[in-house]
Nanobody
């Protein structure tokens, strides 16, 4: 059974940084692409970034230049480094194994102005 567990969220002031982690069990991450999505209150879940094999990346326009997705195959973990955070980045962030899932439970990121 594949499980994804996110961590690293929290409350940060605008301009600050956070690094999210997604620990994967039951699957070797080097065999799959992974993505981060986010969902703000009252909004639909939206794509943030993905990382393919070996390490090609794509980003939503709203986070380009501020967020970096990466993976550590030895730790079976996918990361999302977030810099220059803005209040609009406030959301629950989810890790996703492309393309069939599963989803993680999410981690809350709150950016205060």
């Amino acid at each position: 059974q594949v499980q994804l567990v996110e961590s690293g969220g929290g409350l940060v002031q605008a301009g600050g940084s956070l690094k999210l982690s997604c620990v994967v069990s039951g699957s070797t991450i080097s065999f799959n692409a992974f993505a981060w999505y986010r969902q703000a209150p009252g909004k639909q879940r939206e794509f943030v970034a993905n990382i393919g094999r070996p390490s090609s990346t794509n980003y939503a326009d709203s986070v380009k230049g501020r967020f970096t997705i990466s993976r550590d195959n030895a730790k079976n973990t996918v990361y999302l480094q977030m810099h220059n955070l803005k209040p609009d980045d406030t959301a629950v962030y989810y890790c996703f194994r492309a393309t069939s899932g599963p989803w993680g439970q999410g981690t809350q990121v709150t950016v205060s102005s």
